[in-house]
């Protein structure tokens, strides 16, 4: 007797009628593959090999172009993209989160730049108003400026009591 007729074989039966040619497990009549008692173990192995196929992607390809986020505008588009890439799978929620809170800083930087913006215009417009009174704005400008605005609704004050 020769090492291949020491080798047990599957006794499954094919659809076919046939023999199923694999080697028995060890301790089995059955191969892995139709083993009743492997059901589980191949289950298993059938939800990894699964997950291994549908693995999310963690990041953009390196050529894909970049998303602008410069104002609140790009910030929601982006926001919106992220949203359903992760809700269709084609993004890890991992990733999608991070791009969340990366988003959520460039939001309030861009609302901090938008003040920012607002008040040098409103700085360049009190400066036009001095000089049209006949101030030069500069150091102590500022505290004259809001004694002369008091003394103006004062005043008014004064003249809606008369
Ligand atoms: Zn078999």
Known sequence: ????????????IKSDGGRCRANASTGSPFCFFHD?????????????????????????????PDRPVTNAADI??????????????????????????????????????????????LEAVVKTQLTDIGLEPGIGTEQFAFEFVNQKVEDSDHEQQR
Do not use: W
């Open 1 to 12: 007797m020769g090492a291949r007729n020491c080798q047990r074989s599957c006794i499954h």
């Open 36 to 64: 009743p008692r492997q059901a589980q173990a191949r289950a298993a192995a059938r939800r990894a090999g699964g997950i291994q196929r549908t693995r999310k992607a963690t990041t953009l390809p390196v050529d894909a």
């Open 76 to 121: 929601f588009g982006l926001m919106a993209k992220t949203i359903n890439e992760v809700r269709h799978g084609q993004l890890q929620p991992k990733a999608g989160y991070v791009i969340g809170y990366l988003a959520s800083v460039a939001l309030k930087a861009a609302e901090q730049s938008a003040l920012e913006a607002r008040l040098a215009e």
